[in-house]
């Protein structure tokens, strides 16, 4: 029964990912020729047809990937790849704690080598073409280095102690994995700021006094506590820019790109900025986070229960051992097969970011001029090429921003 569910879900997940895919594609080649009317005196038709092209020439190659990940994982599944990593991993390192590891290990990867391809021609084809790509070869290689590091240094004790309370906990192993799975998060969160954001980007004190002179105004009035605003170097390794919070509790500090601040006015940096402090006053960081506990939870009560049962591995193609540890296996498994069951769910995720956008708009607006904010995101538009024109369909499923018109009718009923 498993073995027939996987495939119709992954069939419908594939196909309706390519359906919606090419609905895209269509609708923005349909209205490539003309700029919308609303921003017909702000957006150049040239400026248009970038972002229409940038846009469709993303989503093809999203395409190709789609295939390329489905057929990954029946090679995991069906196709008994799983199975044969598993069998020679515990012949080669045996069935204990460096074994399993090993073929988590293994797993990773093969899979970021079948995306390396994809990323390379993203950021060295794509971007390139639309003139955003700024990193070199030696940069890209670097950051890669320099993430599967990071990934060691934390990942490894963190596996470590799921797969020893698998297997010395008990029944109840995964309400402590989920305990220790939360602290986890939090503590990356509180060491972002200062340990790893550093060993990737540059970042500065705001050097205009003005201006963060503005914006401390602004957080004085919303209540909001920063240790410090910083300009990072975004622009060495691409042209798109952007702000955001990061850290944790006392550990917060606001983040601006530099092309961020070479494009906007004074007046649209603090719009933007109040964008991000309303998804504070909503406490929408703290209900996603809530949100994304609560389901980790789930998720790991339902592996507790499908770690003992036969079916849940011989069904999708892996034969357990009955004599060793089959942790790392579920592990590996179940991970690779949840997003096809939870992929029709996706959509509530979005409505849910896109309502969120809505109201930290909304208070954008009340804190300052909401008409700063429509210029802001009319030259972030512009400056990211994203599409004005999106297929409303694509956009009710994956867009966890508004589109652009829907955002500007919004923000211009505030002013």
Avoid at 68 to 91: D, K, M, S
Wanted: proline share 4%; glycine share 6%.
């Amino acid at each position: 029964m498993l073995t027939y569910l996987f495939v119709i879900f992954l069939l419908a997940m594939v196909l309706t990912k390519l359906w919606l895919a090419a609905r895209q594609v269509r609708h923005v080649v349909a209205h490539r020729a003309a700029v919308p009317e609303r921003f017909a005196d702000t957006i150049t038709l040239t400026d248009h047809q970038r972002a229409a092209d940038y846009t469709i020439a993303r989503t093809r190659l999203g395409m190709a990937e789609i295939f390329a990940q489905a057929v990954l994982l029946v090679a995991f599944t069906l196709l008994g790849g799983l199975n044969l990593l598993h069998i020679g991993v515990t012949e080669w390192l045996g069935e204990g704690y460096l074994g399993q590891i090993a073929l988590i290990a293994a797993v990773l990867l093969i899979s970021g080598l079948v995306d390396l391809p994809f990323t390379y021609v993203r950021q060295f084809v794509i971007e390139q073409r639309f003139g955003f790509n700024r990193m070199s070869l030696g940069l890209f290689i670097v950051d890669m280095i320099k993430a599967t590091a990071i990934g060691v240094v934390l990942g490894l004790p963190l596996l470590f102690v799921v797969l020893w309370l698998m297997e010395r906990a008990g029944p109840l192993w995964w309400l402590y994995a989920w305990v220790v799975w939360v602290g986890f998060n939090l503590f990356v969160q509180f060491i972002f700021p200062h340990v790893i954001a550093p060993m990737f980007n540059k970042f500065e004190p705001l050097a205009d006094a003005s201006l963060a002179q503005r914006i401390e105004g602004l957080m004085q009035r919303c209540g909001f506590a920063a240790r410090g605003l910083f300009v990072m170097d975004g622009s060495k390794r691409s042209a798109h820019g952007n702000a955001y919070f990061s850290g944790f509790g006392r550990t917060k500090r606001i983040v601006f790109f530099d092309t961020l601040i070479e494009r906007l006015s004074p007046a649209e940096i603090e719009a933007v900025l109040a964008h991000e402090l309303g998804h504070f006053k909503r406490r929408h960081i703290m209900k996603r986070l809530v949100v994304a506990f609560v389901l980790s939870l789930a998720f790991l009560a339902l592996l507790g229960w499908l770690i003992g049962r036969t079916w849940f591995y011989t069904d999708l193609g892996v034969m357990p051992s009955l004599t060793g540890s089959n942790n790392a296996l579920a592990l590996v498994l179940f991970f690779l097969v949840l997003p096809v069951f939870g992929f029709f769910a996706s959509p509530l995720g979005s409505l849910t970011s896109r309502k969120h956008e809505f109201e930290a708009d909304a208070f954008a607006a009340s804190q300052t001029q909401a008409s700063d904010l429509v210029n802001a995101l009319v030259k972030l538009y512009q400056d990211n090429a994203s599409t004005l024109t999106p297929d409303p369909v694509y956009t009710a499923f994956y867009y966890s921003h508004p589109p652009a018109s829907q955002r500007i009718d919004r923000l211009l009923g505030h002013a």
